[in-house]
């Protein structure tokens, strides 16, 4: 008899110190927190398997990150392969390393031990659902949130591109086009055996940039807000993860008000899809891992001094996939898997995945329900699909992959998908 699948949600604040100490002189940092920044935690568990999906109120992580969650796990069983951690990609957040992909407002947000203290708390998270597990059943389902957000990646008769960033007006009256939007919300609802609401993992790709008035500073942009309608409406805990994150905004960014805004609604909708499944089986829980090999993108040696431009995110990314690559430009992509019965896989793909790819593995998927986990990682950058090469625009400048990589990633994804559904545990 297969054994039950356990559950359990946990949420950490992972906000830094205001204060610091630096030459043993205590000093208050230049920016200003306005709300927290959370790791939000769901650990499932059955038998000798456990995996973490975890949301984190951070701009990126790099691909290493697992391995100093699990080097403070020691004794719990969980490798890093179970270990599924998406960003919500907050542009108002620290970063702790140079090579990160993203003007720099301020210099007190590169604070070069952050991952390592957000790994120290996720961890305490971890240890604290463990102590909390309960029997569970599961449902998946999808909705839309429409008027939320878009493409900003239009294409001009001439087959260019032309950004069409926060501040822009949507172009009118002219033959340009957009790129395509992804406004799907995919919820996984988690009840008790005795029939009580437990808590969601929610999934919807789209920057969070609402909150274009407070950067220098900390927020939890509109993210917060979808955990904020679970919380004060349904009585339960959320984790939210970005889907195809790539090149999709949100409609407006006119500070907290547009935060608010968005993630109310997004939240209202999640919910109504949440409402609308019923969790009716105790699925089987798996476990997949594996690794595709991609072309590095190889650039130019940009001067060491780029390292510490902090408004020229191209230059210092350059310099950055310059050191990393240059004498092996060769990138071992990971791919990392879930599987919740024959119904539901939730995939954990670096980078920032365009729409595209995130749809096409979608509908190539064997299970009813994909969810792809974005994870903005700065050993990736964007992954853009090879028509954006020819076409230009910010994304392509900011990835360490080439034309040729995105359809490697995308069969190895679908590849390893139908693996799964043939391995999957019964």
């Given at each position: 008899?297969t054994?039950?699948?356990?559950?359990?949600?946990?949420?950490v604040?992972?906000?830094?110190a205001v204060?610091t100490v630096?030459r043993?002189?205590r000093r208050r940092r230049?920016?200003?927190?306005?709300?927290?920044?959370m790791?939000?935690?769901?650990?499932l568990?059955?038998?000798?398997?456990?995996?973490?999906?975890?949301?984190?109120d951070v701009?990126?992580l790099?691909?290493d990150?697992e391995?100093?969650?699990?080097?403070h796990?020691?004794?719990?069983?969980?490798?890093?392969?179970?270990?599924?951690?998406?960003?919500s990609h907050v542009?108002?957040?620290p970063?702790?390393?140079?090579?990160a992909y993203?003007?720099?407002?301020a210099q007190d947000?590169?604070i070069?031990?952050?991952?390592?203290e957000c790994?120290?708390?996720?961890?305490?998270g971890?240890?604290?659902?463990?102590?909390?597990?309960?029997?569970?059943?599961?449902?998946a389902?999808v909705?839309?949130?429409?008027?939320?957000?878009?493409n900003r990646?239009w294409?001009k008769?001439?087959g260019?591109?032309e950004?069409v960033?926060?501040?822009?007006e949507?172009?009118?009256?002219t033959?340009w086009?957009?790129?395509?939007?992804d406004d799907?919300v995919r919820?996984?609802r988690?009840?008790?055996?005795a029939g009580?609401?437990?808590g969601?993992?929610v999934?919807f790709g789209?920057h969070?940039?609402?909150?274009?008035?407070?950067?220098?500073h900390?927020?939890?942009?509109?993210p917060?807000?979808v955990?904020?309608?679970f919380?004060?409406?349904?009585?339960i805990?959320?984790v939210?993860t970005?889907?195809?994150i790539g090149?999709?905004?949100?409609?407006?960014a006119?500070?907290?008000?547009?935060?608010r805004r968005?993630g109310r609604?997004?939240?209202?909708?999640?919910l109504?899809v949440?409402?609308?499944?019923?969790?009716s089986e105790?699925?089987?829980l798996?476990?997949h891992?594996a690794?595709?090999?991609?072309?590095a993108?190889?650039?130019a040696?940009?001067?060491?001094?780029?390292r510490?431009?902090?408004?020229?995110s191209r230059?210092?990314?350059r310099?950055?996939l310059?050191?990393?690559?240059?004498?092996?430009p060769?990138i071992?992509?990971p791919?990392?898997a879930v599987?919740?019965?024959d119904?539901l896989a939730i995939v954990a793909?670096?980078g920032?995945?365009?729409?595209e790819?995130?749809?096409?593995?979608?509908?190539a998927?064997?299970?009813?329900h994909t969810?792809?986990l974005?994870r903005a990682?700065?050993?990736?950058?964007?992954?853009p699909v090879?028509?954006?090469?020819?076409?230009?625009?910010?994304?392509?400048a900011?990835?360490?992959?080439?034309a040729?990589s995105?359809p490697?990633?995308?069969?190895?994804?679908?590849a390893?998908l139908?693996r799964?559904?043939?391995?999957?545990?019964v």
């Open positions: 008899m054994e039950p699948l356990l559950a359990a949600f946990a949420e604040d992972i906000t830094p204060e630096e043993g002189k230049s920016f200003t927190v306005h709300d927290p920044l790791a939000r935690l769901c650990v568990r059955q038998g000798g398997r456990t995996v973490v999906l975890g949301g984190i701009f990126e790099g691909c990150f391995g100093r969650v699990r080097a796990l020691a004794g719990t069983g969980i490798g890093g392969d179970s270990l599924l951690f998406s960003p542009g108002m957040s970063i702790s390393h140079y090579g993203i003007i720099v407002f947000l590169i070069d031990d952050f991952e390592e790994a120290v708390r996720i961890a305490s971890i240890q604290e659902a463990l102590a909390g597990l309960t029997p569970v059943r599961v449902s389902g909705g839309h949130a429409p008027d939320i957000t878009r990646r294409i008769p001439n260019a591109v950004m960033g926060l501040k822009a949507i172009p009118s009256g033959a086009k957009e790129q395509g939007c799907a919820v996984v988690f009840d008790t055996v009580e609401q437990l969601a993992l999934n789209c969070a940039l609402c909150s274009d008035d407070r950067y220098g900390i927020t939890a942009d509109y917060q807000h955990a904020a309608v919380r004060k409406v349904a009585g805990p959320m939210f970005q889907g195809s090149e999709q905004i949100p409609v407006e006119k500070g907290a008000g547009s935060a968005i609604a997004l939240g209202a909708q999640a109504y949440f409402e609308q499944i019923a969790p105790m699925p089987v798996g476990v891992s690794d595709a090999t991609v072309p993108r190889q650039v040696e940009e001067p060491e001094a780029m510490f431009d902090l408004r020229n230059a210092r990314y310099r950055y310059y050191e990393r690559f240059h004498k092996n060769v071992t992509y791919i990392r599987t919740l019965g119904d793909m670096p920032e995945v365009f729409h790819t995130v749809l096409a593995i979608q509908e998927s064997p299970f009813s969810i792809v974005s990682a700065r050993e990736v950058g964007y992954v090879p028509g954006a090469f020819t076409q230009g625009g910010m994304e392509p900011l990835t360490s992959l080439t040729a995105e490697v990633i995308r069969a190895s994804v679908i390893h139908r799964c559904r043939e391995t999957a545990p």
